[in-house]
């Protein structure tokens, strides 16, 4: 079982955008700024997590731009005003991965590790096995898994997801409970 409390400063703390920051359409796509929320403790959450990790980065699949839905610069609008909501609050993200491939093969669309990859060949200082993952589907813990990182679930979307679980080595309620968890445990 995974111990929180190993974690320093220097991991990685690897975030899923939709059920994770803001509210997950269910089977349809965030197609545009005006469509985007963030959960209600979410920038908190961000803020303390900012203080406990050097470096965070978002990775998210966005099928919708592949599927035409919605373009290229929609994504990068609701990213650029995603990260200034952020960074105004306190927090920050070093830099967000994205996959707009249809393909469930493609190398860099989750659960395959192709965008921890991406993030490990920007930030040498990486180290994938002190990284989490923080999702709220299998798929990203799958993800996690096959990069070799260690997995954190939220149960935000998916609350039935059984747990214990073999893909998952700890569950919060939100991101802010993860957040609150980790801050708790640096203090003692």
């Known amino acids: 079982m995974f111990d929180l409390s190993t974690t320093n400063p220097g991991w990685t703390l690897f975030l899923d955008r939709d059920g994770v920051i803001n509210h997950d359409k269910d089977n349809d796509y965030i197609r545009n700024w005006d469509e985007f929320r963030f959960y209600d403790d979410t920038l908190a959450a961000l803020v303390i997590l900012a203080k406990l990790f050097q470096r965070i980065v978002v990775v998210t699949n966005q099928k919708g731009v592949g ?4 373009t290229a610069d929609d994504l990068v609008t609701i990213h650029t005003n ?27 669309r989750k659960p395959n590790p192709g965008m921890a990859f991406q993030a490990k060949a920007d ?9 989490l993952i923080v ?30 679980n073999p893909l998952i080595d700890l569950r919060f309620t ?14 003692s």
């Not at 599927?67 to 919605?70: F, T």
């Not at 589907?137 to 096959?146: H, L, T």
């Not at 939100?174 to 203090?187: D, G, T």
Request: charged share 20%.
């Open 67 to 70: 599927k035409q839905l919605m």
């Open 82 to 108: 995603m990260t200034i909501a952020i960074e105004k609050a306190g927090g920050h993200i070093d830099k967000i991965y994205y996959c707009t491939d249809l393909a469930d093969d493609s190398p860099n």
């Open 123 to 131: 930030f040498e200082m990486i180290d994938l096995s002190e990284s």
């Open 135 to 164: 999702g709220n589907r299998i798929s990203d813990m799958n993800f996690g898994r096959n990069a070799g990182m260690h997995t954190v679930f939220v149960a935000t979307t998916h609350p039935d997801t059984p747990f214990p």
């Open 174 to 187: 939100n991101l802010y409970a993860f957040a609150e968890a980790c801050a708790s445990l640096r203090k």
